[in-house]
């Protein structure tokens, strides 16, 4: 039996994508922090851990980013999950002037919320809020959540389909000791830093052009050490494990201040 980590309480959507990718029968183990899924995938406790990267409406993931830059584990797949979100509570439409739900639902459920004059109560996880409106038990507290928690909790659905968009997708990575070998339909990700000097990104960018790589995502994140100083993830079309790759990452190296293959992986489609 493969045992996943998953940040979240039963029914996160965390949860959901793990048993969508491995499609076949798993162990979920729940914990509180993202740090903690990948801890136990780091110290043999599970084989995988799952962590939420980016949402089309929201934008990326800060903190996973941030732990990607620092843990030993291998990017080993990727899935695009489809996040549909229900007010869930125990009270009608017109009693619920409060929504409990992690900042991220918060933000995509955003129209909703203002059109309905709710106030605003963020929480740890969107599957952790229907067992804290089920706690409070009040008809003016609902939370927002995924069908799957309100089945879990015993909790009814006030409203589906509540997201400012209703093509909401969340990417997530899956993370292991082991890696993927080559598909032939592959993904690397790869962590860089660089010198604060004219033209520096434009030197690493070109190599992509010139082996007429295809580049997926680049993203900045703060380095958290010195100021104004930035990590760039970037995502692009291939595997570490092709001559052609790994030529080019040779390159690009030498002209980082701090490069890191997080992994390859086979490319995920939209559901």
């Given amino acids: 039996m493969i045992h996943v980590s998953f940040q979240g309480e039963r029914g996160a959507y965390s949860e959901d994508a793990a048993k969508l990718f491995f499609n076949e029968e798993i162990e979920t183990v729940s914990f509180a922090t993202f740090a903690e899924v990948l801890e136990n995938t780091s110290s043999d406790k599970t084989e995988y851990a799952i962590l939420p ?8 993931v800060g903190e996973s980013y941030d732990l990607l830059y620092s843990t030993s584990l291998n990017a080993t797949g990727e899935i695009y999950h489809r996040i549909e979100h229900c007010l ?61 928690a309100s089945t879990i909790y015993n909790m009814p659905i006030i409203a589906e389909n509540i997201a400012n968009n209703l093509n909401n997708y969340t990417r997530f990575l899956i993370l292991s000791k082991t890696k993927s070998p080559d598909t032939g339909n592959d993904k690397t990700s790869i962590i860089f830093s660089i010198k604060h000097e004219p033209g520096a990104l434009h030197r690493i960018i070109e190599n992509f052009h010139k ?25 692009f079309e291939g595997h570490e494990k092709n001559s052609q790759i790994s030529e080019m ?23």
């Fill in 53 to 60: 990267v980016e949402n089309s409406l929201e934008g990326s």
């Fill in 88 to 148: 869930i509570g125990i009270g009608k439409l017109e009693e619920v002037d409060t929504v409990y739900s992690h900042p991220q639902a918060l933000g995509q459920c955003r129209k909703f919320i203002e059109e309905h004059n709710m106030k605003t109560i963020p929480a740890y996880d969107t599957a952790g809020s229907v067992k804290i409106v089920k706690e409070l038990n009040k008809i003016n507290c609902a939370c927002i959540a995924s069908k799957a």
């Fill in 211 to 235: 082996n007429s790589v295809n580049l997926t995502k680049i993203e900045s994140r703060p380095t958290k050490t010195n100021t104004w100083e930035y990590n760039f993830y970037v995502d």
């Fill in 249 to 271: 990452l040779d390159k690009i190296k030498q002209d980082t201040l701090f490069m890191k293959v997080l992994g390859s992986y086979p490319s995920a489609k939209l559901s």
